[in-house]
């Protein structure tokens, strides 16, 4: 059948509007997807973006007030950094150490959020220095020693002394040094010994299950198992320090985060499990951290409530 005799002819025209509709059509579907894909994609990220923001407003709070707790002779350094990035933000907290009055940057904790609203922390490991021969193998950070504290409860196989070193440091320097105790002591008792050169407090805040657990790794480990300034629980020497210790634990505690769990054991630890009032008379100090001259520091030597000494930081006086 010829083209003459089709009972229907092809319309050239007619199937080229067809065409061109359906063009228009599919790119009509396809920019109206694209917008709603935008909006829905803009809807979420601005929504991610407020939780972030959120969590690093609450996280903020709850870093600065864990760090007042955690870490001996160690403050923030006022001013965090922010840095932002599309689907995350990155928080930069500087650290100090004040030793004679010197501040010695003692490194930065680093807190990473995103979107989706999670946060991880990023913290540098001290690493120990020194030969496996060696009777004892320090901590350094940031190319100084890092205070260890022995507690009063812990059997060791050997307890250090370090104040031997103040003979072999220049009096013009000022140092760091942890002192730790044969057992726990009032902040009346301490205060009368130290406070000249005074600078933090190790509280006790450790159950009995705890310092089993450590005799035993002393037991095991033949390089000694001790409690390095990172792991150290306490407060800056000043007036209203105790009561600031005491009341950062508390809400810590009452909020649900990363360090609730340790703030309430800590909390339980201290009142024998809310048996006891946490107030500052109960407190019990276990060992201090002084700093000042070599000079300063050896009126201490004869001490006798110090079982371990050991040296910290140490910088120029001027």
Same mark, same amino acid.
């Given at each position: 059948?010829?083209?003459? $005799?089709?009972?229907?002819?092809?319309?050239?025209?007619?199937?080229?509007?067809?065409?061109?509709?359906?063009?228009?059509?599919?790119?009509?579907?396809?920019?109206?997807?694209?917008?709603?894909?935008?909006?829905?994609?803009?809807?979420?990220?601005?929504?991610?973006?407020?939780?972030? $923001?959120?969590?690093?407003? *609450?996280?903020?709070?709850?870093?600065?007030?864990?760090?007042? =707790?955690?870490?001996?002779?160690?403050?923030?350094? *006022?001013?965090?950094?922010?840095?932002?990035?599309?689907?995350?933000?990155?928080?930069? @907290?500087?650290?100090?150490?004040?030793?004679?009055?010197?501040?010695?940057?003692?490194?930065?904790?680093?807190?990473?959020? @995103?979107?989706?609203?999670?946060?991880?922390?990023?913290?540098?490991?001290?690493?120990?220095?020194?030969?496996?021969? /060696?009777?004892?193998?320090?901590?350094?950070?940031?190319?100084?020693?890092?205070?260890?504290?022995?507690?009063?409860?812990?059997?060791?196989?050997?307890?250090?002394?370090?104040?031997?070193?103040? $003979?072999?440091? /220049?009096?013009?320097?000022?140092?760091?040094?942890?002192?730790?105790?044969?057992?726990? %002591?009032?902040?009346?008792?301490?205060?009368?010994?130290?406070?000249?050169?005074?600078?933090? %407090?190790?509280?006790?805040?450790?159950?009995?299950?705890?310092?089993?657990? %450590?005799?035993?790794?002393?037991?095991?480990?033949?390089?000694?198992?001790? =409690?390095?300034?990172?792991?150290?629980?306490?407060?800056?020497?000043?007036?209203?320090?105790?009561?600031?210790?005491?009341?950062?634990?508390?809400?810590?505690?009452?909020?649900?985060?990363?360090?609730?769990?340790?703030?309430?054991?800590? %909390?339980?630890?201290?009142?024998?499990?809310?048996?006891?009032?946490?107030?500052?008379?109960?407190?019990?100090?276990?060992?201090?951290?002084?700093?000042?001259?070599?000079?300063?520091?050896?009126?201490? $030597?004869?001490?006798?409530?110090?079982?371990?000494?050991?040296?910290?930081?140490?910088?120029?006086?001027?």
């Amino acid at each position: 059948m010829n083209k003459e $005799n089709e009972f229907l002819p092809k319309d050239l025209e007619f199937e080229k509007l067809v065409k061109k509709a359906k063009r228009r059509s599919m790119t009509k579907m396809v920019l109206i997807s694209l917008i709603i894909s935008l909006i829905v994609f803009t809807g979420l990220y601005l929504v991610g973006d407020k939780i972030m $923001n959120m969590k690093i407003e *609450k996280e903020f709070i709850m870093d600065s007030t864990w760090n007042e =707790i955690l870490g001996a002779n160690v403050e923030e350094v *006022k001013g965090t950094t922010y840095n932002y990035s599309p689907i995350s933000a990155t928080a930069k @907290t500087k650290l100090v150490k004040k030793v004679g009055g010197v501040p010695i940057p003692w490194g930065e904790k680093e807190r990473v959020f @995103t979107i989706l609203g999670t946060s991880r922390l990023i913290t540098d490991v001290p690493p120990r220095s020194g030969s496996i021969k /060696d009777e004892r193998i320090p901590l350094y950070y940031q190319g100084e020693r890092v205070i260890e504290f022995y507690h009063p409860d812990v059997i060791y196989k050997k307890i250090f002394d370090d104040r031997d070193l103040l $003979n072999q440091i /220049d009096d013009n320097k000022v140092v760091e040094m942890a002192f730790s105790f044969n057992k726990g %002591y009032s902040i009346e008792e301490v205060d009368k010994i130290f406070k000249d050169q005074l600078a933090w %407090y190790w509280v006790d805040t450790y159950s009995k299950e705890d310092t089993k657990e %450590y005799s035993k790794l002393n037991e095991e480990n033949s390089s000694g198992y001790t =409690i390095n300034g990172f792991e150290a629980y306490g407060f800056k020497y000043n007036n209203s320090s105790a009561s600031t210790f005491i009341s950062n634990l508390q809400l810590i505690k009452s909020k649900s985060g990363e360090y609730q769990d340790e703030a309430t054991e800590i %909390y339980n630890n201290i009142t024998n499990n809310g048996k006891d009032k946490l107030a500052p008379k109960s407190l019990k100090i276990i060992g201090v951290v002084v700093t000042g001259k070599p000079s300063d520091l050896k009126k201490y $030597n004869d001490t006798s409530i110090i079982r371990g000494a050991t040296l910290g930081a140490t910088t120029d006086q001027y």
